[in-house]
């Protein structure tokens, strides 16, 4: 519910499983040999794992990181089981990690409160009739991290980025994408059908009769028409340096002057800011005002009472949980069967006390040699990155200079924060819902409190150390890898350097390289808002990546759907500059420079690209499929590496890739952009 990350770009990282006891170097029961590499390398590298691990049922996706994180999931089931079952000190955070806990686990407490945790939310909503009212309503959503019909946060200011400034973007659609509700093509008209039926059983739930039900999901899939409308798409809103500006109090009222502006932030007890970016385009709040102006108050009590109970579902009793799953995860991905009740609860004490269950999975699971050894990796990949710049030929000489100045100034944040949030005055109640509320209520006094402040270096904006994932923080130009991410049998502290670079290094090297990219090059060394490229540079760069958008343009995913190769392109430009700049670091070690010493029968550089395809092995329901094509800015896991490593010289070397193999391209057709 609460989302709080600045301009972060998310890596999707995926880690290698095994299906026999794992080793420090390739398994090769994770690969299908009776393939040959050149005609279906990601069925050669991926073909066992993916045989060994059918799709489970709670799952809409299956792949390696997935596996992983069910892993990670069960070191934190076992940490909070021991102290649940221990006593603990009185007052203590462990005690209150183990109420809370419990306070999710007891559905029958759960199912007994019914809606009464969230009733004064509503009685709220009832009463409202202006738009004073109206403001004071959505204040009181926001404080709690419930984004409707903007949304608020904190971030880095735009033109000095070591100071913290409030952050108003677009928001307040449920279903995230304006696409969901302007497009006309069958497959958002089928999941705009089955939403609008979906919001209907959400206020049958909340015990409203049929045909007011229908009247308040009518009024409020209306208001959501209207923010869509108004809304930037998927490719607008990654034009960062058209979208995002600096503001002030006096702007707002300018814009929006339906709101009290200074009122406004006296109902969310905060001072006034002395920094605010608006994350939209200049029409936004204008065209917002006139919805709010025009739309009668009984609609927006529907809306809001919709936005307060799509984010508290999973917490409410077992009705609001099964519909909640049925739309969102069933009917949008294909997935059958709903986590287990531990998974969901753990999944809201991620985000509600995730701080407290982060320091105790340090302390149980994170070896501190496998964060000098990561570290001493990407320490290397970035060295490799800064060959790759040097010997760039479609960059100017001055903006090499600049790329080079803001590669030596990026961060390397390996494993966690040393900054954690004290929970000592956190009290907690019998019911799972008001934990929920009143974690999120404090969360936020918490998070705004750095605004105007100067940013910590040591700030990780909510990413956890147990997050099997990666970023790249475009704003403070640093990358993150989470302690969940240096583990077997992704990270070997002490294994194999070819699937180390192939694996984690090449995720290292795709995170560098996204300060580089479309959107990277708008924000310079300190993560200031800056155009630092050259108009020919950026021409080059667009040249170079049109090649990438034709081929996944080419790559069909089911039935006669398409790759989208503009959506998927600061993805796909990162994986393949990625695995070259791991290649070239992995290319200085020693094991690299002794091609002839095989283990079992492969060659270093073979180990490296199977290490690679071999973190994207995975499989996906046919409804998630249709869904992340049309919206997901990452590639799907098999055309990672179809549309990747045939642009590898050393690819082709290393599996003798000859013109009529499916992987091979001319040198005509290949991509070189890093």
């Given at each position: ?11 999707e ?27 279906d ?43 649940v ?105 089928e999941?705009?059908?089955n939403?609008?039926a ?95 102006r ?10 809001l ?31 059958e ?34 964060k ?7 320490n290397?990949i ?15 000489d ?14 390397l ?10 929970y ?28 105007n ?25 640093e ?12 990270f ?22 996204h ?10 060394q ?5 155009d ?12 170079l990546?049109q090649?990438?958008?034709d ?9 006669t ?51 690679f395809?071999?973190?994207?092995a995975?499989?996906y ?21 179809e ?32």
């Amino acid at each position: 519910m609460r989302y709080l990350l600045p301009l972060i770009i998310v890596f999707e990282l995926l880690v290698s499983c095994a299906s026999k006891p794992m080793a420090d170097t390739i398994n090769i029961a994770d690969m299908d040999t009776t393939i040959r590499p050149q005609d279906d390398f990601y069925q050669y590298a991926c073909g066992g794992w993916i045989a060994n691990h059918p799709m489970p049922e709670n799952k809409s996706k299956y792949s390696i990181s997935d596996y992983l994180s069910t892993q990670v999931d069960q070191q934190i089931l076992d940490i909070l089981t021991d102290i649940v079952n221990n006593k603990q000190i009185p007052g203590s955070t462990n005690e209150k990690l183990a109420l809370f806990f419990k306070s999710g686990m007891d559905t029958v407490t759960v199912n007994a409160a019914g809606i009464e945790p969230i009733r004064f939310f509503i009685d709220e909503f009832n009463s409202m009739r202006n738009l004073a009212d109206l403001q004071y309503c959505i204040a009181l959503l926001q404080k709690h991290y419930i984004r409707a019909p903007f949304g608020i946060r904190f971030g880095p200011y735009l033109s000095n980025s070591s100071i913290y400034a409030f952050v108003i973007e677009n928001d307040g659609l449920s279903l995230g994408d304006r696409e969901f509700y302007l497009e006309d093509d069958e497959y958002y008209a089928e999941i705009r059908q089955n939403y609008k039926a979906h919001v209907e059983k959400m206020f049958l739930l909340l015990g409203q009769d049929s045909a007011t039900a229908h009247q308040s999901a009518k009024a409020t899939y209306d208001i959501e028409y209207k923010i869509a409308e108004i809304s930037l798409d998927i490719m607008q809103s990654q034009d960062r340096a058209h979208v995002i500006h600096n503001s002030n109090i006096e702007d707002l009222t300018t814009k929006l002057p339906a709101f009290d502006w200074e009122l406004y932030f006296k109902q969310l007890n905060l001072p006034i800011p002395d920094t605010i970016v608006v994350n939209t385009d200049d029409l936004y709040l204008p065209r917002l005002d006139t919805i709010m102006r025009e739309t009668p108050i009984d609609n927006w009590k529907a809306y809001l009472t919709y936005m307060l109970i799509n984010a508290m579902a999973p917490t409410l009793d077992s009705g609001f949980v099964n519909e909640n799953f049925d739309f969102k995860k069933r009917i949008l991905y294909g997935q059958e069967e709903n986590d287990p009740r531990w998974k969901q609860v753990i999944d809201e004490m991620n985000t509600d006390f995730d701080d407290a269950i982060g320091k105790l999975y340090i302390k149980n699971y994170f070896p501190p040699e496998a964060k000098a050894r990561a570290l001493e990796m990407a320490n290397n990949i970035k060295s490799a990155l800064a060959e790759h710049i040097a010997n760039c030929e479609w960059m100017c000489d001055s903006t090499k200079t600049k790329a080079l100045n803001k590669l030596a100034k990026t961060k390397l944040k390996i494993g966690y924060s040393e900054e954690y949030v004290d929970y000592k005055d956190f009290i907690m109640c019998d019911t799972f819902a008001t934990n929920v509320l009143n974690c999120l209520a404090r969360y936020f006094e918490y998070e705004m409190s750095f605004i105007n402040q100067k940013i910590s270096d040591d700030l990780w904006y909510n990413i956890l150390p147990h997050t099997v994932n990666m970023f790249y923080v475009y704003n403070q130009n640093e990358i993150i890898v989470p302690a969940a991410m240096l583990q077997p049998p992704f990270f070997y502290s002490n294994g194999d350097d070819a699937l180390n670079y192939g694996a984690i290094g090449a995720s290292i090297g795709h995170e560098l390289t996204h300060g580089f990219d479309t959107q990277g090059r708008m924000f310079d060394q300190f993560g200031n808002l800056d155009d630092w490229w050259s108009d020919n540079d950026k021409k080059e760069f667009d040249r170079l990546a049109q090649k990438l958008i034709d081929r996944f343009n080419s790559f069909i995913v089911i039935d006669t759907m398409h790759a989208d190769g503009n959506l998927t392109l600061c993805e796909n430009v990162a994986d393949l500059g990625g695995l070259l700049v791991a290649y070239t670091a992995f290319s200085k070690t020693e094991q690299w420079k002794d091609q002839t010493k095989l283990i079992d029968g492969l060659t270093p550089d073979q180990r490296f690209f199977i290490a690679f395809a071999q973190s994207w092995a995975g499989s996906y329901r046919n409804e998630a499929i249709r869904s992340r094509t049309k919206t997901a800015n990452h590639s799907l896991y098999r055309f990672r590496i179809e549309g990747t490593l045939p642009n590898i010289d050393a690819f082709e070397k290393a599996f003798g890739t000859k013109p009529g193999d499916k992987y091979y391209l001319p040198d005509s057709m290949k991509t070189h952009i890093w």
